[in-house]
């Protein structure tokens, strides 16, 4: 069992930056793949970006690319991510994923565990 919490979300004007934190505990932080997706109203969870195991390998959706930045800290147990630029289309809810196949994912149906979930709107 793993559990995630996430935090970090809030209210920001376009052009703007966050930082979101997810801290897992209940396994070895180092032995799973981290993922943050969000999703919008009226629309399906979509992947934001991705992190192997090392923190070596990250990937990134277009939509996110040059603007988010993902890491993690395993000394901490925790995964982030950086947001600059932020746009109001970004305006969702930011879910951290936890996955234990080893392999860096886009699809949420693939990962194992989910936190709760942390707002993040931003205005025009």
């Known amino acids: 069992q793993v559990q995630l919490v996430e935090s970090g979300g809030g209210l920001v004007q376009a052009g703007g930056s966050l930082r979101l934190s997810c801290v897992a505990s209940?396994?070895?932080?180092?032995?799973?793949?981290m993922g943050w997706f969000r999703q919008a109203p009226g629309k399906e969870r979509e992947f934001v970006a991705a992190?192997?195991?090392?923190?070596?390998?990250?990937h990134y959706a277009d939509s996110v690319k040059g603007r988010f930045t993902i890491s993690r800290d395993n000394a901490k147990n925790t995964v982030y991510l950086q947001m600059n630029s932020l746009k109001p289309e970004d305006t969702a809810v930011y879910y951290c994923?936890?996955?234990?196949?080893?392999?860096?994912?886009?699809?949420?149906?693939?990962?194992?565990?989910w936190g709760q979930g942390t707002q993040v709107t931003v205005s025009s």
């Open positions: 994923a936890a996955d234990f196949s080893g392999a860096v994912r886009v699809g949420a149906t693939e990962y194992d565990y």
């Open positions: 209940g396994r070895t932080f180092s032995s799973y793949v």
């Open positions: 992190i192997s195991m090392s923190g070596v390998r990250t």
